[in-house]
């Protein structure tokens, strides 16, 4: 009695395999590609990025620029090292604004 049944599992298992075996080399690789919404998104997050990279360092260079200007304008020594230190966090953060660009702009070409 239990060899009959184990029979007849093995050949149902066998039959599984077989069918999933079909039924996985009849996959086209066509339905891979990428949906409309991922493409879109990698190509918003390239196009900000861009600008990104293109304003980060503009920005930077005007906030430095009038911090200069209200150093020059200004006499007290205790304010000349607090414009003197603000340019610094200004100049530090715009090259981390723009390594993290850079970062996310190599991030996203290995994607594409």
């Given at each position: 009695?239990?060899t009959?049944?184990?029979e007849?599992?093995?050949?149902?298992?066998?039959?599984?395999i077989?069918?999933?075996?079909?039924?996985?080399s009849?996959?086209?690789?066509v339905?891979?590609?990428?949906?409309k919404?991922?493409?879109?998104?990698?190509?918003?997050?390239s196009?900000?990025?861009?600008w990104l990279l293109?304003?980060i360092?503009?920005?930077?260079?005007?906030?430095?620029?009038?911090?200069a200007?209200?150093?020059?304008l200004?006499?007290?020594?205790?304010?000349?090292a607090?414009?003197?230190?603000?340019?610094?966090n200004?100049?530090?953060a715009?090259?981390?604004?723009e390594s993290?660009?850079?970062?996310?702009?190599?991030f996203?070409?290995?994607?594409?």
């Amino acid at each position: 009695m239990k060899t009959k049944i184990s029979e007849r599992f093995s050949k149902v298992r066998t039959t599984l395999i077989v069918s999933a075996i079909v039924v996985a080399s009849q996959i086209n690789t066509v339905y891979a590609a990428d949906p409309k919404m991922v493409t879109g998104a990698k190509k918003l997050a390239s196009d900000i990025t861009l600008w990104l990279l293109i304003l980060i360092p503009v920005v930077a260079a005007a906030a430095i620029g009038y911090q200069a200007l209200m150093k020059m304008l200004n006499d007290d020594p205790g304010s000349v090292a607090d414009r003197n230190k603000k340019m610094k966090n200004i100049l530090v953060a715009g090259a981390i604004g723009e390594s993290a660009s850079a970062i996310v702009t190599a991030f996203l070409a290995y994607f594409a």
